[in-house]
């Protein structure tokens, strides 16, 4: 059985980390296995906590009277040079609850008002890329109103707000780069007929 052996901490960041893993495989042998991590110290990492607390969230909202539009924003993302389309989305401070978080982030995000909805299950923390890091995010769900804005963004983001219909989320597809989270969302929000959330009814 794989397992982990020693775990060494390489980097002392504000927001993230690097920690190499020793890797243990099944047949005994051993190899380094780096991991990002929004984690401090070890003891907080994922893998030693066995626990999974959310380090993020991500706020799908829906914007309209008529419930047909996806509430986006349109990000300048260093990591790749370019913009990416997503939701809207940050991290949850220390002593926050999830859907606390998602009203402040999605606000600062676009300046909408967020009303969230009870998202059950749909709303525990699920690993965002973990080849490469132990975050978790859990989803929040809910209606927007208000007008968009970015005057709430931070000096270092470059936010776009965009309120998709159908017809846009196709296009946005086809075309723009796109986070995987914000793309499995657009084809699940392109394919439902009537209210977006309405898959939440019984998750209580």
């Given at each position: 059985?794989?397992?982990?052996?020693?775990?060494?901490?390489?980097?002392?960041?504000?927001?993230?980390?690097?920690?190499?893993?020793?890797?243990?495989?099944?047949?005994?042998?051993?190899?380094?296995?780096?991991?990002?991590?929004?984690?401090?110290?070890?003891?907080?990492?994922?893998?030693?906590?066995?626990?999974?607390?959310?380090?993020?969230?991500?706020?799908?909202?829906?914007?309209?009277?008529?419930?047909?539009?996806?509430?986006?924003?349109?990000?300048?993302?260093?990591?790749?040079?370019?913009?990416?389309?997503?939701?809207?989305?940050?991290?949850?401070?220390?002593?926050?609850?999830?859907?606390?978080?998602?009203?402040?982030?999605?606000?600062?995000?676009?300046?909408?008002?967020?009303?969230?909805?009870?998202?059950?299950?749909?709303?525990?923390?699920?690993?965002?890329?973990v080849g490469l890091t132990d975050e978790s995010c859990g989803t929040v769900y809910g209606y927007c109103s208000g007008t968009?804005?970015?005057?709430?963004?931070?000096?270092?983001?470059?936010?776009?707000?965009?309120?998709?219909?159908?017809?846009?989320?196709?296009?946005?597809?086809?075309?723009?780069?796109?986070?995987?989270?914000?793309?499995?969302?657009?084809?699940?929000?392109?394919?439902?007929?009537?209210?977006?959330?309405?898959?939440?009814?019984?998750e209580n």
């Open positions: 059985m794989s397992s982990i052996g020693n775990i060494r901490k390489q980097t002392d960041n504000l927001f993230l980390n690097l920690y190499e893993l020793e890797a243990i495989h099944r047949d005994g042998g051993r190899s380094p296995y780096y991991v990002a991590s929004r984690a401090k110290k070890i003891p907080d990492l994922k893998a030693v906590s066995g626990e999974n607390h959310p380090d993020g969230v991500i706020v799908c909202g829906i914007y309209g009277e008529k419930k047909d539009k996806l509430v986006l924003i349109r990000q300048y993302r260093y990591p790749v040079g370019r913009y990416v389309y997503e939701l809207p989305a940050g991290l949850v401070d220390p002593g926050e609850d999830l859907l606390s978080s998602g009203i402040r982030e999605m606000y600062e995000e676009t300046g909408l008002t967020f009303t969230p909805v009870e998202g059950g299950s749909f709303s525990r923390p699920f690993y965002t890329t968009p804005t970015s005057s709430h963004e931070e000096a270092s983001e470059e936010i776009q707000v965009v309120l998709a219909d159908r017809a846009e989320c196709r296009r946005i597809l086809k075309e723009e780069d796109v986070s995987l989270v914000c793309a499995y969302t657009l084809m699940r929000f392109i394919s439902c007929d009537g209210d977006p959330l309405s898959f939440l009814e019984g």
